[in-house]
């Protein structure tokens, strides 16, 4: 481990929401110019220790202590003024101001600001840390990982030491994400301390220098992460060992035979909102045991494309068919009633909070536990309770379904999606935020499907997700399709490309 003395450093940290213990004695280092990587399952009270650090969450019991002295942060403003930034996975930036203006915004003071000067100043701030950004572009006409590193940006105008970076690559193409990395090594070289939150194992081990795991509050354990692998990193997030989970292997690209009518059939399909194309001519067929993997960064269609398909939209122009048969109305039941399991991209609003968990395994079929108006309560949790074991969810028939955590929240969708055997799933954003273990097993529950006939649509952001899992991937940009590959022709780089709307590699200089 590091032998200098610590830029923060954690001790007996305790923090409580309740009778929840969101933290328990947990005592960290954070070095100068390192990279840190903090893993742990949903829950297991990551993001509390990160807003611990940045002054969002005051400590229960314990000690933080900043360059050796004893600090206590009562406020976000706090945290900045000792020098600690965080940049959340869902920026906050104003896309009708510049860089400068955005970099600036909420730090200006009383002075009269001059556009020059601030300009300038954001600029060198730029150069000296490899950013590569133009002040006085609009935030609005940038990329995805641009933007991100406007964020960053942000963060090191306070004169940031610690940096945390909460899923920072969750939306990046690999070619960003290489690009993100060089930044991430220049940080370091400047003498910048580096926690990067993240569920990608891979990349933790090729940014990181060291790994902190948390379980159910406690810190787990520590490792150089030259000294350590993404198994034992695996193992010590849940307690026991994960395997991946991979698409099984055949001899032949699946493709089916022309005769045979598709599971669901999307032809030349069009949508816009507000005069602003979302999907623009998109084509593309479901065969029964298959699963199509659908790529793109987050906001070039997706999103509109899987609310078409199962009902929450309806198209400006184009074919949708199941089995066949030409869909003509375009809500939730008249897919639901044709066979089209949904998985919606916010798992969080895939269910009733305040409803209990049997009542939102069945909240789709509801009407099959009525009897003369009045629901039949004990045949419903005699379901729910056979649906509970068969997902292995962790809780009981009448817990309310807010009070679960993000895993066991997609249990109950996956259950109340697939316990009907349909005949396309519909699958976005499955294991998103979610750990690794919680992701094998969803991962694990969509072969099933396709295991045993059903379509699989997987639309996700995570590339290593669409790779191991496709037998066909098709790209987004901009509402269109920007590539179709079989399993096996494509790589996270050529499919990063094509999500960028490039064919070929760029020229420009990409970080090692």
């Known amino acids: 481990m590091t032998q200098a003395a610590p830029l923060i450093r954690l ?25 840190l990587a903090l893993l742990g399952e949903n829950g297991a009270g990551k993001s509390t220790l990160s807003k611990i650090l940045f002054g969002m969450v005051k400590i229960d019991e314990g000690q933080m202590f900043v ?9 976000p403003a706090d945290a900045i003024a000792h020098g600690v930034g965080f940049v959340s996975q869902h920026f906050s930036l104003v896309p009708t101001f510049t860089v400068a203006e955005n970099v600036v915004l909420g730090r200006e003071g009383s002075a009269v600001l001059t556009r020059g000067k601030l300009e300038r100043r954001v600029g060198n701030l730029s150069e000296r840390f490899g950013l590569g950004l133009e002040p006085g572009q609009l935030v609005g006409e940038l990329s995805v990982g641009e933007q991100q590193r406007v964020e960053i940006l942000k963060a090191l105008c306070g004169r940031c030491r610690l940096l945390i970076l909460d899923e920072p690559t969750a939306v990046l193409t690999p070619q960003d994400t290489a690009r993100f990395f060089g930044v991430l090594r220049t940080l370091q070289e400047q003498g910048v301390s580096v926690v990067i939150i993240t569920h990608k194992l891979g990349e933790v081990m090729a940014i990181s220098q060291r790994v902190a795991v948390l379980r159910l509050g406690r810190l787990v354990g520590e490792r150089v992460t030259h000294e350590t692998s993404e198994a034992e990193l695996a193992h010590l997030m849940v307690g026991r060992d994960t395997a991946q989970v991979t698409r099984p292997a055949r001899s032949a690209p699946a493709t089916a035979p022309t005769k045979v009518t598709p599971l669901l059939r999307v032809a030349d399909l069009h949508y816009s909102d507000r005069g602003r194309t979302r ?10 045991g298959e699963v199509v993997g659908i790529a793109g960064v987050a906001g070039n269609g997706q999103s509109e494309l899987v609310a078409v398909l199962t009902g929450m939209l309806k198209p400006d122009a184009g074919v949708v068919a199941l089995s066949g048969e030409q869909v003509a109305d375009f809500t939730p039941n008249t897919f639901l009633a044709r066979g089209v399991g949904r998985i919606p991209e916010d ?3 895939g269910i009733v909070g305040e409803l209990s968990v049997a009542e939102n395994l069945l909240l789709e079929q509801l009407s099959s536990f009525t009897r003369a108006g009045h629901l039949d309560r004990r045949a419903l949790k005699r379901k729910a309770e056979t649906m509970i074991t068969a997902y292995g969810i962790k809780a009981r028939p009448n817990d309310r379904a807010r009070t679960l955590s993000g895993g066991n929240v997609q249990k109950i969708i996956l259950a109340r999606a ?11 954003q499955p294991t998103r935020g979610l750990d690794v273990g919680a992701t094998a097993y969803v991962q694990g529950k969509l072969l099933e499907q396709a295991a045993r006939g059903a379509g699989v649509l997987l639309v996700s952001d995570d590339l290593d997700e669409i790779l191991r899992l496709s037998d066909r991937i098709l790209v987004m940009f901009r509402g269109g399709l920007s590539g179709s590959f079989s399993a096996g022709e494509a790589d996270a780089d050529t499919l990063g490309l094509r999500m960028a709307g490039r064919a070929e590699p760029e020229e420009a200089h990409v970080p090692a």
């Open 67 to 75: 360059s050796g002295q004893p600090v206590r942060f009562r406020s």
């Open 347 to 349: 798992r969080f609003r």
């Open 279 to 288: 999907i623009g001519g998109v084509s593309f067929d479901l065969h029964a």
């Open 11 to 35: 001790e007996g940290v305790t923090k409580r929401f309740g009778p929840l213990l969101a933290n328990d004695a947990v005592s960290l280092s954070f070095y100068e110019g390192e990279v």
């Open 418 to 428: 697939l316990a009907r055997d349909p005949k396309v799933v519909i699958a976005a």
